[in-house]
């Protein structure tokens, strides 16, 4: 997984990164579907699991909110998708999760900054480098307020419970999000479509609390591997509004 520095407010971009070779023999451009939200094969990055494409209809769903029940080995993690910050996005994440795709699936990495604190999930691979063989475009947010750390303004406060997605840069979402268990300071790249129940903030604390594996290059690390082994048991819908 890459770790690029952003700054001093937030230490590490959020970001995938496929380590996949190329699987295309044919010359063939891509798939993408034709609705608005326009998956798009990813050759050079194959599905970690197998999954097809996700429906694309012409009006994707823009309202209402769903409930995922998400049972982890530390405890819940309930999720609330909000169709309206980022139709595309719930779209994606319902069409994995009906397909197992998240199922089984460990949190790889745990990040401890000072501005930046999240669980990152949804790769199967557990390395930080799988996701669903497509990809697609970003859906912004535009209404978080400036993060108090950042004087410079540029940052956004990615508050405590706010569920994103994590990206390799611009429109290349997957399956990999990330879960804010302590306010954050961002860049605004991230599209956030939901948020976190209570007994998920819970479970996030319990996680927090256990730390970050240590290695010999960083034996007091603030980004990696959760000590508390958080495997997500079940991702399902469980309501819908």
Do not use: W
């Not at 530390?74 to 169709?83: C, E, F, N, T």
């Amino acid at each position: 997984m890459k770790r690029a520095l952003i700054s001093t407010f937030a230490a590490v971009a959020l970001v995938v990164s496929g380590g996949s070779v190329a699987t295309a023999s044919d010359g063939a451009p891509p798939r993408t579907t034709h609705g608005p939200c326009q998956y798009t094969q990813t050759p050079d990055e194959p599905p970690a699991r197998s999954v097809p494409l996700p429906p694309d209809p012409r009006r994707t769903p823009n309202r209402g909110t769903v409930d995922m029940a998400v049972p982890t080995s530390q405890g819940a993690l309930p999720l609330h998708l909000d169709r309206a910050k980022a139709p595309c996005t719930v779209q994606s994440f319902l069409h994995l999760a009906r397909h197992g795709f998240y199922d089984r699936t460990v949190c790889h990495r745990l990040t401890a900054y000072p501005t930046l604190k999240v669980l990152q999930c949804g790769d199967p691979t557990g390395t930080g480098e799988g996701g669903p063989g497509y990809k697609y475009k970003d859906e912004l947010p535009v209404d978080l307020p400036p993060a108090p750390t950042d004087p410079t303004g540029a940052r956004r406060l990615y508050g405590r419970g706010l569920l994103a997605m994590a990206n390799a840069g611009p429109d290349t979402n997957g399956s990999q999000f990330f879960v804010v268990y302590g306010d954050s300071a961002l860049r605004p790249n991230y599209t956030v479509f939901g948020t976190v129940g209570a007994d998920g903030l819970t479970t996030l604390d319990k996680v927090a609390a256990g730390g970050i594996e240590p290695t010999a290059e960083a034996p007091a690390p603030v980004d990696g591997t959760p000590v508390l082994r958080t495997e997500l048991l079940r991702v399902r819908p469980s309501c819908q509004h």
